[in-house]
């Protein structure tokens, strides 16, 4: 296949090839970078990072302490800032070994700085850059092992396979989703060289370097032995010293495991028969293949859809193209990367169900792991784009199309920069300082929020010190908050009075009352005058607003946890607004715009506010 003959970006150095896809990629994630907490995950990350405690399961030891490393390198801006810029560093850094990569594949620099920076600018992958998460440093060390095993190809230098294996042990400290990888790596190793791959010497280094990459999560048990340390989760692991609680905890035994293949009571010879063995894993298997087969016909076609769409659906024009030309450039390059997009399509979709009418929580949760995927398709379209680099040789349609690939990434830049620029959203701050604002002295709140206010809450005060004075007591259990929950709270801390952040479920038979941003249970005529403090100074309100409460960072197009925050807001807005029926109509239509699932009960909560109280609550 012959090359593009024309301008290209000519360098002498690795270093600068590098920078080339780094910086542009990396300047753009800085200017839309969350400023400090945001939603989700975001407050527990950071916190977890800057006083080095440990995160939900599976713990994240390496994005961890990385993250403690980004708030000592940063010598400037708040804490959450700079955790957040740690997935903005990895992202540009996945984007220029993207580069690296289709620049040994295509041979032309403009071809794969283009695609390059389409995929740093697509939207999915973009979010995840501008948030404190472990997406980014997870796709860094995807495309670090792609481009190690390239290397390992062309050079012949096993130093190259070594390395692999350690990127692998490094991948699933962060993120055990790597584990999709291992099986298309390992068939590239046995038809790359097989006799090497096998060889007992080849076997042991990579098994050390596995090993090593897979040490940090020691960090675990020794942290727990250090000292007191916090889980804003709530999860009791019992110290991770033994052994059956530490792999329940790293492999997410409390969500129901990442892969469980068998039960506690029934996983040894000695309480088991061969048989009964053999039939509970065959029991696994089929009820894993049952699920890969279910969720690939529900799921497939959306999954391809969203992936594809990251891409403007360039792929539907570049995809074969780049499929059957890679196959002409290096066929065992090109099984690893086809059994790449299998493993993250096909076989990701029996652990992820996907299906078009998933709520939309659920989607937000399961864009990420489309980010391998994304980054693969990225690989097939550089070749594609290539293919048709050839075809225009002559100078006029030549310069037309470079002058196409050089404005490609713009595209994409445009399209998606309003939905991903979070350089002015406080929304999850300013929310949790409000609650936290609204409470008496020496108050007892019980955050029942989840991830969307109680990590926000949570990093406020580990890290703000933001109400040293409330007791805090985060709510993390499956079952309801419900008026037992409550009463028992109460009865352990002899308390008359206490503080809810969120709505529980039966709220309509709980004697709730609305006190400022919060909502008061007990004895609530000893609820004190209002004691709100004002939150920081220049925050901007909502039109129609009616005191002092706002959220900076409201724009009309959010992701699905800031929208439902917005949504929850303005219920909280008209909760504490006085009787006037057009403000009242203005927060609960608003309210109705943002989380329309709870329609009902906005109708419901408008006629309690304005006296038409015959409904019994409270």
Known sequence: MRQLKGPTIKTNHAALDFF???????????LTVYPTVGTEDSGELITSAATLDIAHPSGYPLHTLLGHLFTWLIPFGNIGWRVNIMSAFFGALTVSLLYLI??????NDLVALAISLFFAFSDIFWSQSIRAEVYTLNAAILAAIAYLLLLWDTTKNNKYLYLTALAFGLGVSDHHSILLAAPPAFVFALIRNWKITVKPKTIGICALLLALGLSFYAYLPIRTAMGPYDNPAYIKHDGLYTWASFTKFVNRGIYGGTISVATEQG????????????EEIGATF?????????????GFVPMMKNTFSQFLYFPLLLFVPGIYFLFTKNRRYAVF??????????????????????????IFNTRPFYIPAIFVIAVICGIGMDFFANLFRSGRTRKTFIGLLVLLPLAPLAFNFQSNNESRNYIARDFSLNILNSLPQNAYLLSTGKDNVTFPLYYLRKIEGVRPDV???????????DSGILREKMHERNLDLMFIDLLPCGYNSLDLVPYNFIYAYGDTSKLPQENVNSVDSGATGVTGAVGKYSLRGIRKKLDYPNSRLKGLYYLKMALSATADDKILDYYFNKVKEEIPENVQFANFMRD??????????F
């Open 20 to 30: 080339l896809a780094f910086f542009p990629s990396y300047l753009v994630y800085l």
């Open 102 to 107: 289709l620049k040994k594949l295509v041979k």
């Open 267 to 278: 996983s040894s010879q000695e309480t088991q028969g061969t048989a009964e063995i053999l």
């Open 286 to 298: 089929s009820r894993y293949a049952n699920s890969m087969v279910t969720n690939n016909l529900s």
């Open 337 to 362: 990367i086809f059994l790449l997009l299998f493993f993250y399509t096909s076989v990701q979709l029996t652990f992820i169900g996907i299906n078009r009418d998933m709520h939309p929580y659920t």
């Open 471 to 481: 007791d805090l007591e985060i709510y993390y259990n499956r079952k309801c908050a």
């Open 608 to 617: 309690y506010r304005i006296g038409r109280d015959d409904t019994g609550m």
